[in-house]
Nanobody, 128 residues
């Protein structure tokens, strides 16, 4: 499975941006998908996750109410809509795929080592 992110860029505080992640392979619909981010000098941190069906989602407290994760099975794509952006949201955003079948829980999906495949990342910069 290959994951390719796009849609990053520079935006002013308070603005919006949508990043996308296209997955190769026929088994995309069976994977749990997640978004993580990493700012310089910081560890990779969980942002959001969506179950294989799209019926369940988790968000980090820092983005809850501002970010929305979604997926389109027909396009093999997962999205992260980011609204009310803040300078603290500046980071490289990575999508990841979890092919496991051990249930969908916040603990599992917020842990980077749960995921089997990672994209190369897309830079999001929020100016103040």
């Amino acid at each position: 499975v290959q994951l390719v992110e796009s849609g990053g860029g520079l935006v002013q505080a308070g603005g919006s941006l949508r990043v996308s992640c296209v997955a190769s392979g026929r088994t995309f619909s069976s994977y749990t998908m997640g978004w993580f981010r990493q700012a310089p000098g910081n560890e990779r941190e969980f942002v959001a996750a969506i179950s294989w069906s799209g019926g369940s989602t988790y968000y980090a407290d820092s983005v809850k109410g501002r970010f929305t994760i979604s997926r389109d099975g027909a396009k093999n794509t997962v999205y992260l809509q980011m609204n009310s952006l803040k300078p603290d949201d500046t980071a490289v955003y990575y999508c990841a795929a979890d092919r496991g079948n051990l249930g969908f829980s916040y603990h599992r999906q917020s842990t980077p080592r749960t995921y089997d495949y990672w994209g190369q990342g897309t830079q999001v910069t929020v100016s103040s």
